[in-house]
């Protein structure tokens, strides 16, 4: 799947895989999310040079989960951004971590190339002729970034925001701070919205990622019943309902939640 939003900005992933955000500047490319493997990373390079004419030299990372990063093997010295909490988790990720992602065979002759530039909490970035301010805001993962295109006045949210799709929540996922962040996004006031799984959209996708994590808190505080939660359509239509099973145990397991 390749959505172009315009003629410098396409969004390519498929069958509700990680999102990979490919913007053309003066003379480069930027890529934000190299997906989860080196070989889509390294298809995506040559679409930027069939379409654009243009290298991929820059890589952005929103966060370290690995169908957003294990593709940077493929960009190996070129520069890639981060936060350095993106940085930190990742240069924690074993070999052990890598076969559970992988398997053992692959995860043998695999590596994990780490971001070499990196910010702390907010940061604007003039790379290939282009405006881009990274954020931290936490939320989905304590280091879940947005990227914002000022000029064209698109946001490239990763998993902050989930499309058409159930969000993984995480045990190092924070619902309060997610909530704060698609506030944040919200007032913003982008045009277009870019998820880190789906199509993208504009403010009505934030919309409906807030009306979600506010149902699966006001399920976990007893403020409404499993009916009422399964047959919201923001819920019953979404694609990979595994994910909400796990999610659901994630959040009673570990996830910080507002209790009162």
């Not at 952005?60 to 593709?71: A, Q, V």
Request: glycine fraction near 8%; charge should be negative; hydrophobic fraction near 40%.
């Amino acid at each position: 799947m390749v959505d172009r939003i315009n003629d410098r900005v396409f969004v390519i992933g498929e069958g509700g895989s990680a999102n990979s955000t490919l913007i053309a500047g003066k003379d480069c490319s930027i890529l934000i999310d190299t997906s989860l493997f080196p070989e889509k990373a390294i298809k995506i390079s040559k679409f930027s040079m069939d379409v654009f004419g243009l290298p991929i030299t820059y890589v952005i990372n929103t966060h370290y989960h690995p169908d957003h990063t294990f593709g940077n093997s493929a960009f190996e010295g070129l520069d890639i951004i981060a936060s350095s909490k993106t940085k930190e988790i990742m240069e924690s990720m074993d070999f052990n971590y890598i076969k559970t992602v992988w398997g053992e065979e692959r995860a043998k002759e695999s590596h994990i190339t780490l971001p070499n530039i990196v910010f702390s909490d907010e940061k604007v970035f003039n790379i290939c002729g282009r405006k881009i301010t990274l954020i931290k805001l936490g939320g989905h993962t304590p280091d879940s970034t947005i990227a914002y295109l000022e000029d064209d006045n698109i946001l490239i949210a990763g998993d902050l925001i989930f499309n058409e799709y159930h969000p993984e929540i995480t045990p190092d996922s924070d619902l309060n701070r997610w909530l704060q962040a698609l506030d944040y996004i919200r007032n913003i006031q982008p045009f277009f919205v870019v998820p880190g799984h789906g199509h993208f959209g504009g403010l009505e996708i934030i919309g409906k990622m807030k009306e979600y994590i506010l149902k699966i808190e006001m399920f976990i505080n007893g403020k409404i019943g499993e009916n009422d939660l399964i047959n919201d359509p923001n819920i019953s239509k979404r694609m990979f309902p595994e994910l909400f099973v796990s999610s659901i145990e994630n959040i009673l397991r570990f996830s910080k939640i507002n209790t009162h």
